[in-house]
């Protein structure tokens, strides 16, 4: 187990959440994690169970449910300790129901949505999604072809999303759709999809090349009729809506993908240590020193960047050796790069580049939920 305790970050408070956090993924995650990879999917129990210890919907109200304590540092813990432990399927379906979709429903609710919907989701009674993607559209969102019209009272859907994460568990969907289709951004609006919704069926659950216990699935909308009630925040603002909720989105995608980068790396130095061949251990040889020397220097940079961007999003005052120590590694990165290149660049503009996983090769090529323009 990587030791994550006392960092600079985090209080005394927020450690006991870890050691809570912790004992949760090693009782109900760890155990049942090959199964569900095999399965594809989660049991839908687990969200139940995180929700009785606290783990879920913590910055809800705690007179609906919730921890009553919007502090960004709490969800950080719940990723990270899903993360390191190496349950990364488990990991993204529990991160988008409390870290990407719960602030839809904290920010755009009415009172009454708020008691309709807040406390099963703090429960884990009521598990999330958030359906942006189709078939023909990801990074250019307002290209979308899914429409939800006004008939009366009720808006009817039709379309389909794909990709969609907890997309077989999730029992509100909040939904991107075009409810003025002759526009683009502005023609765009979210509503909640509800479980049961006649029209409203599940696609496959989609084969990925990893996170196979997480259920991404295609979802299909035939005449779904939704009460006007399920319109989240105003008609037409859907883009906007979108575009605020981003941040977070991708901060935490960072803090996942750091976790998932420091457990993989503790379990390559392990297994260096133990694994022998030709009468040493292969961490001995040249090529495995090298390759365990140089990951911490990617894990520290990736360390050193997301803090800072976490104390800015938690509210906590930034620490001026944090900000040196990002700068150092982005400089030196600046520097390599633009080696021989003597016309001067403004140098704070090496430190907006956003924290990478650690695989430097691997990093340009990947698609991630998250990644794309979705302008
Ligand atoms: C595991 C997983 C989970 C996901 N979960 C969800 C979810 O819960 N909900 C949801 O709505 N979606 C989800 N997605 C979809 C994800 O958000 C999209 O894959 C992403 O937005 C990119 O869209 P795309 O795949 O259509 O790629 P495209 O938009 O086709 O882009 C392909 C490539 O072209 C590049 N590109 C596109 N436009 C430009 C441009 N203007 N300039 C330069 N380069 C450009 C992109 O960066 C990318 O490298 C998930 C994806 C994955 C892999």
New binding site residues.
């Given amino acids: 187990m990587v030791v994550v305790m006392g960092r600079p970050l985090f209080a005394d408070e927020h450690d006991q959440f870890r050691m809570v956090a912790r004992r949760f993924v090693a009782n109900e995650i760890v155990p049942n994690f090959e199964k569900w990879e095999t399965e594809g999917i989660i049991d839908r129990d687990l969200f139940a169970k995180a929700g009785e210890l606290g783990l879920l919907g913590m910055a809800v109200p705690e007179d609906l449910g919730g921890g009553g304590v919007d502090d960004f540092r709490y969800n950080v813990i719940v990723n990270e300790e899903i993360h390191l432990a190496g349950c990364n399927g488990v990991g993204?379906g529990v991160a988008?129901h409390n870290d990407i979709v719960l602030p839809y429903f904290l920010t755009y609710c009415t009172d009454e949505q708020r008691r309709r919907w807040l406390p099963g989701i703090a429960s884990g009674e009521l598990i999330t999604?958030?359906?942006?993607?189709e078939p023909g559209?990801?990074?250019?969102l307002a290209s979308m072809s899914t429409t939800a019209i006004r008939h009366g009272e009720e808006y009817v859907v039709n379309g389909s999303?794909t990709?969609?994460?907890n997309g077989i568990n999730a029992d509100l969907v909040v939904t991107a759709v075009k409810t003025d289709p002759r526009q683009r951004h502005r023609g765009m609006s979210l509503i909640v999809l509800e479980r049961g919704m006649q029209g409203f069926e599940r696609g496959r659950n989609l084969e990925?090349l990893g996170?196979h216990s997480?259920d991404?699935a295609e979802l299909f909308f035939d005449d779904v009729a939704v009460p006007m009630e399920n319109l989240l925040g105003t008609e037409g603002e859907g883009f906007g809506q979108l575009v605020q909720n981003l941040p977070q989105e991708r901060l935490s995608l960072a803090v996942s993908a750091v976790a998932a980068a420091r457990h993989a790396f503790a379990l390559t130095v392990e297994y260096c240590g133990h694994r022998t061949a030709f009468g040493q251990t292969i961490g001995s040889f040249g090529h495995g020193q090298v390759v365990v020397d140089r990951a911490p220097v990617a894990n520290g940079r990736s360390r050193a960047a997301t803090p800072r961007r976490l104390r800015v999003h938690a509210g906590v005052p930034d620490l001026p050796g944090l900000r040196r120590c990002a700068d150092h590694f982005y400089l030196r990165r600046h520097d390599r790069d633009h080696e021989g290149d003597h016309r001067a660049r403004p140098r704070t503009l090496t430190t907006s580049r956003p924290p990478d996983s650690g695989d430097e090769r691997a990093s340009p090529c990947c698609?991630?939920?998250?990644?794309?323009?979705?302008s």
Avoid: E, N, R, V
């Fill in positions: 993204l988008l999604a958030i359906a942006m993607t559209i990801g990074s250019d999303k990709f969609i994460t990925k996170m997480q991404t698609l991630l939920p998250g990644h794309g323009g979705q």
